[in-house]
């Protein structure tokens, strides 16, 4: 069973459209994050939520929404996308929020602004 | 400003040889380190972290990394090296300027490490 799963794995699509990408964990963690990594690698967090609340909101243009409807599932909503958010977008989760505890990701969501 | 730097962008090593990926950091007060590697199309994978005790760290796949307070580095090391090892490592430290009230890291800029045969 995949601990961290992502859909879609590509996206691909126009500039000024609308899309989601969905994050479910089956690890029981209560904690879970949403990471970009641009084309050089560069990992940097965005958000995150414990137990559905918002802990951690990045200087992120805020046509980046996440929204946890439980413990174990955190989407990701972009609106009117640009090319600049082409990317490739993880989703992590770890036990706590505080702490040392290791965060487990996803295989992440390719995404392609055209 | 806390940080993480990874002084280099790629280390090559032959299988079989001994392996350093370096790391070092800047940090306010005692800090939580952390490696991950990821493999090509995949996400990330802890690897290791240090949190207190042993300057010594034994992680997964053989790794081991070595934390050293003087020189603020957490360099990662395997004994031998394996062609399988060849891909992206990250350092990570927990940023505190929070207060502690999150888990957020901070990462590396990312070593590629290639193995050759």
């Known amino acids: 069973d995949t601990a961290v799963s992502q859909t879609p794995k590509y996206l691909v699509t126009q500039m000024g459209n609308d899309k989601s990408i969905k994050c479910e964990q089956n690890?029981?963690?209560?904690?879970m994050y949403w990471y970009k990594q641009d084309s050089k690698k560069f990992l940097k967090i965005m958000f995150s939520y414990n137990n559905k609340e918002l802990i951690i909101n990045e200087t992120v243009p805020n046509r980046f929404s996440p929204k946890s409807p439980d413990k174990a599932h955190l989407n990701l909503h972009i609106n009117s996308l640009e090319l600049g958010d082409s990317a490739v977008y993880f989703c992590?989760?770890?036990?706590?929020?505080?702490?040392?505890?290791?965060?487990?990701f996803g295989p992440g969501t390719r995404l392609t602004v055209t | 400003a806390q940080s993480v730097a990874q002084p280099e962008d790629q280390v090559n090593v032959a299988e079989g040889n001994p392996l350093t990926v370096k790391c070092t950091y800047s940090v306010s007060g005692n800090p939580y380190l952390f490696w991950y590697v990821q493999y090509p199309n995949r996400g990330l994978q802890f690897l290791l972290k240090?949190?207190?005790?042993?300057?010594l760290v034994k992680g997964s796949y053989g790794f081991e990394a070595e934390f050293n307070k003087s020189q603020t580095s957490f360099h990662l090391k395997k004994p031998s090296a394996l062609v399988s090892d060849s891909a992206l490592y990250f350092c990570?430290?927990?940023?505190?300027?929070?207060?502690?009230?999150?888990?957020?890291?901070?990462f590396g800029t990312g070593t590629l490490l290639a193995v050759q045969p």
């Open positions: 690890l029981g963690h209560d904690t």
């Open positions: 992590a989760s770890s036990q706590g929020r505080f702490y040392s505890y290791e965060q487990y």
């Open positions: 240090y949190i207190t005790g042993d300057n």
């Open positions: 990570a430290v927990r940023d505190r300027e929070d207060g502690g009230a999150t888990n957020k890291l901070i």
